[in-house]
Structures are given as structure tokens and as C-alpha cells.
């Protein structure tokens, strides 16, 4: 099998959510999960469709196995912390994929 790539999708209610969320993720989260076992992290603004504020990062990871390690082991901790800055009161919806790179 090869690399997994977990994709994060985040929809903003506002712009300076927006700028927020991106700093925290430049700020070290983006680290942790490197730390945790991905290979490649990197944001991208979704610019189409147009009509929402909206971020996506990708994180690559070597394996299927890699990333259920990161999954147990560091996931925990650092959606917690992410839930705790941007949670359900913050207007921000969230939503995760995995897919393999074939």
C-alpha cells in the first residue's frame, strides 16, 4: 500500500476566524502531527466553489498504518485542543477524509 493522505476541511464563519484558525495551525499544530508521524503538512485556501471561507489541510502520512498510529497515539490530544479553540460554539465545521495515494 501506499502513502495516506488525511485531509481536513475547514468551513470559517467569518474571516478573522479564518486568520485565526490558519495562525494556530502555522503556530505548531501542523508540527504536532509531523511530530506524530506524517511526512508532509500543508494548508490551502479552497477557492472553488466560491461562496465560503474555507481552509484545507493535508497531512501526507508513509503508511495506512502510519497514520492509525497517529490516530491513536497523538489524534486525542491535539483534536481536543483544536476543539478547544475552535469548537462548536465558534461557527466552525469541520470535516475530515483519508484516501490512498494510488
Request: glycine residues 10%; negative net charge.
Amino acid at each position: 500500500m501506499g502513502e495516506c493522505v488525511y485531509t481536513v476541511t475547514a468551513t470559517m464563519p467569518d474571516q478573522k476566524t479564518g486568520d485565526r484558525y490558519v495562525a494556530w495551525l502555522k503556530d505548531g499544530h501542523i508540527d504536532a502531527v509531523l511530530r506524530g508521524g506524517a511526512t508532509t503538512g500543508r494548508i490551502l485556501n479552497v477557492v472553488e466553489p466560491e461562496g465560503a471561507i474555507r481552509y484545507q489541510t493535508q497531512y501526507i502520512f508513509p503508511s495506512m498504518e502510519a497514520y492509525h498510529t497517529y490516530v491513536r497515539e497523538h489524534a486525542p490530544a491535539l483534536r481536543s485542543e483544536g476543539l478547544e479553540r475552535f469548537g462548536p460554539n465558534s461557527g466552525v465545521v469541520f470535516e475530515r477524509t483519508v484516501g490512498l495515494v494510488v
